[in-house]
């Protein structure tokens, strides 16, 4: 085609191939070579590679890619071989990272992202803590002293995550970790597929060491519920807490993959098989706790697969850390059991069940009181945690009492102050025989509530900041008790200054706000808003609301005590307001 002049439109018929095929008008270059709506592939590939260049400029100044990146990359590995068992972890990782960094538009290191040391010395440093401060109050996993923060990495990476999370002093680096950990746990939980049993017992075990020393309830003010749960769901579907049926066979013709859900156990090598066992051991505790503190969600149902497991975790000599975990998790069940009675009962909805209704339980309630003195007395003394042991009994103890209180406290307490006032001697006598019961019942609470704390308390600062939710749950049960025990009771024959006199809830609260700031010091903490300072400011402040309020206590009870003298002068007149001025 000759060459068009300056600004003038190609006559119809003589357009270019480019404003034909896209049937737009061909307008003529001025120099007459081409059309002006055709560019120049050259000149725009130029440009692509001078933006491609400043990008990996900009990248190289933030140390994200090095210049020998692309020379140092190895192609991906098949999935069918061995190496690909840890892509559970890769997959939530790359997940959790693409959803935590897409706003983003500052670079982050590599280990700020991964959520991983830096170095190798780091990273022994951590699992050297975690296996010597925290691993012995809840010891639901083993882990040899030869084992290395490498092979543990590359055997259960999200265990060792989670333990480079936990031991993490600081708050910032705590809340970024555990942040991007929760992610890769719902993303494995939910997304992966064809996990092999042991990428979900690495996950079983990571959650329940996120739960156990996470405190996730403090940095994210938000219920362990829900991590709890997703545990529990995971140890029901491996089949933990029952034997494999032979259903399991049939079952494999209709859904394929369902034999490895569970593991098959007969090539399971012995450590393994115990793996299991304290994993699922663990998890019940854990629920058990979590339950009782935050009254969410139900505790994993104990079976009669958990007592062989308990038996084999107890007859095991290798593990150091076996037999202080099996009599955790008895001393657990058995305050679990007073709680299941409590349940059954009814008494947390108010129901009011008959005396002849209430004798069955009264007998269970006896039989656990029997079951743990006789744990106590069998309680070898060369045991290593021989502390977390006596307050775990206490607070055991604590919970058999409280059941025990809860179900002599039938008749509602209007009842008996109107046949207090209207009844003769029979009746009186029969009422102060009930009092003395419920009042016994109270007593020992507060004996065990005094013995837990005082041992809790004993603990050194250092061991004090590895201590798990299960200790931190056992302290808060005793305090709450005991406010309720010294302010909120309903039971006039029942004398708070007494209690005050052995334990009083101030003086409680001084002394724990105290161990959490020598934990704090003890943890490394450099910031106010880490853990332990911040539950020590916490304990501060409750404190200060208790004093108010026991003051405040003191004067009601003096208006009660003559309202109470005044209506008994009167043959009962004027009885109705006392009974309301106790808050009933």
Known sequence: MAKRGPSHSSPYGLACTHCFKSKCKCVARPDGDGCQRKQDSSASIAELKSKVDGLISELRLRNVLDDNAAQQRSPPEPLSQ??????????????????THAGDGEAETTSEISGLPDSTAEAESLLSTFRSRMLHHCAFVHLPSELTSHQLRRDRPFLFRAIVCVVCPSTREKVSRSRKLKVAFHKAMLLHEGQSSMDKMDLLLGLLTYVAWGWDHVLSRCSLARLMMQAMSLACEMQLNKPT???????????????????????????????????LLGCFMLSSAVSAYFGQPDVLRWTPQMEDSLAAISTNKECPTDVAFAMQVRLQL???????????????????????????????????????????TSLPSSLSS????????????????????????????????????ISGSMSTTRSNSAGHERSQCLWRCVRAIKACTSVLMDVSPADFAGVSFLQWAQLARCVMVLNHLTTTIEDPAW??????????????????????????????????????????????????????????????????????????????????????????
Do not use: C
């Not at 061995?82 to 959803?99: G, I, K, Q, T």
């Not at 394929?256 to 299991?276: A, I, K, Y």
């Not at 009962?345 to 309630?365: I, K, R």
């Open 245 to 279: 049926t032979q259903d399991a066979k049939m079952m494999a013709l209709f859904a394929p993959g369902f034999e490895s859900w569970s593991g098959s156990t007969d090539t399971m090598t012995t450590q393994e098989f115990l793996d299991r066992q304290r994993a």
């Open 82 to 99: 061995p190496a690909a068992r840890a892509s559970a972890l890769d997959v939530a990782e790359n997940a959790a990272e693409d959803s």
């Open 334 to 376: 058995l305050a679990q059991k007073a709680v299941w009675v409590h349940q059954q009962q009814g008494l947390e909805q108010g129901q009011a069940p008959t005396e002849a209704a209430a004798f069955p339980e009264l007998m269970s309630l006896s039989a656990l009181q029997g079951q743990l003195q006789e744990l106590q």
């Open 386 to 421: 021989q502390a977390l042991i006596m307050a775990h009994i206490h607070s055991a103890e604590l919970s058999i009492n409280e059941t025990t209180h809860a179900v002599h406290s039938m008749v509602p307490l209007l009842v008996r102050q109107f046949a207090r006032i």
């Open 495 to 584: 004398d708070r200054a007494a209690v005050r006199a052995v334990i009083d809830i101030p003086v409680l609260l001084d002394r724990v706000a105290e161990k959490l700031e020598l934990a704090s010091q003890a943890a490394g903490e450099q910031r106010p808003d880490d853990v332990f300072a911040q539950l020590a400011r916490t304990m501060r402040e409750f404190r200060s609301d208790v004093t108010g309020s026991v003051a405040h206590e003191h004067q009601v009870a003096e208006d009660v005590d003559a309202e109470w003298s005044r209506s008994r002068l009167y043959g009962g007149a004027g009885a109705g307001r006392a009974v309301r001025m106790m808050g009933l």
